[in-house]
């Protein structure tokens, strides 16, 4: 016990010490949701969603850390010796932008996944249950779903080019930054943009309790595989749902954190999932 006790201390710290140079970013981006919203802040969640942050990522390196380590070990790396190819800076800029490229790739899939097979959609239900999109739900995720994304997105990308290994500091900066912007509540719009990359209002219909907006805007970076695989929906000007999960309260959605999601309908309702075209929170 003394030994778990101490790893989980550690891992706090770690945590703390990593996220240092987000929380300026962060409490930037909730001023501006604070003066321009779009739509008005639940201030309950967004209190709960800072707190989990740091919580989350201390249970989620606590529980998994190793684990992913040990995997890793068996994984091969750079089969495509795409790590030998990058050997001048420009080749090196090349390597990062097809990093991010496969990460967008693999991620829209993941992310399919996650709304279509029932067990992995619990997990994601955490991530859903926000009844206010905003700039904090960019941490609110179950504490376990690192070990889906490790199959499914850090395996193949340490087989074909090495993985996130040595990567540059803005290769970081620019994932955590998305995260922030995709989820960001603000008034404002992005011009020709809210075609190309996810924006706040073409991410925010992915999480609208609107049935017509059920799995749609899978993307994490670009628009290009929602537009590929017929799930994309740009928002018309006035277009910025309600968020949550039907029939599921924020607060309780809270619950969803158990090793084994635990979850309570306040009603059974005929399609309660947002993004699910069946009522996976029964499932």
């Not at 709304?115 to 179950?142: E, F, K, T």
């Not at 006035?238 to 039907?246: L, R, W």
Request: a positive charge.
């Amino acid at each position: 016990m003394t030994e778990f006790l101490t790893s989980v201390a550690n891992n706090w710290h770690s945590v703390l010490a990593g996220l240092r140079p987000w929380w300026p970013v962060l409490a930037g981006a909730i001023v501006f949701e604070i003066i321009r919203p779009g739509k008005r802040l639940h201030w309950p969640t967004v209190v709960a969603n800072i707190i989990y942050i740091p919580v989350g990522l201390t249970l989620g390196m606590t529980a998994l850390a190793s684990v992913l380590q040990a995997m890793q070990s068996y994984v091969p790396s750079d089969l495509l010796g795409i790590r030998q190819w990058a050997h001048t800076p420009i080749r090196q800029l090349g390597l990062w932008l097809l990093y991010l490229a496969s990460f967008d790739f693999l991620y829209y899939w993941l992310h399919r996944a996650q709304h279509q097979i029932p067990w992995l959609w619990r997990y994601h239900m955490v991530h859903h249950s926000d009844v206010n999109v905003c700039a904090a739900s960019v941490g609110r995720h179950h504490w376990l779903e690192e070990g889906f994304r490790f199959f499914i997105i850090t395996a193949p990308l340490i087989v074909f080019m090495g993985g996130a290994k040595d990567a540059p500091p803005w290769v970081l900066a620019f994932i955590v930054l998305n995260g922030i912007l995709m989820h960001w509540n603000v008034a404002f719009r992005f011009g020709p943009l809210e075609r190309c990359i996810i924006t706040p209002a073409y991410h925010r219909i992915h999480h609208s309790i609107e049935e017509r907006h059920y799995d749609k805007n899978f993307g994490v970076f670009t628009q290009l595989w929602d537009h590929v695989f017929g799930t994309r929906h740009v928002p018309s000007r006035g277009e910025y749902p309600e968020t949550g999960i039907t029939h599921l309260s924020s607060m309780r959605g809270w619950g969803l954190l158990a090793p084994w999601p635990l979850v309570w309908l306040e009603k059974t309702p005929p399609a309660a999932a947002p993004g699910a075209a069946t009522n996976k929170t029964s499932g």
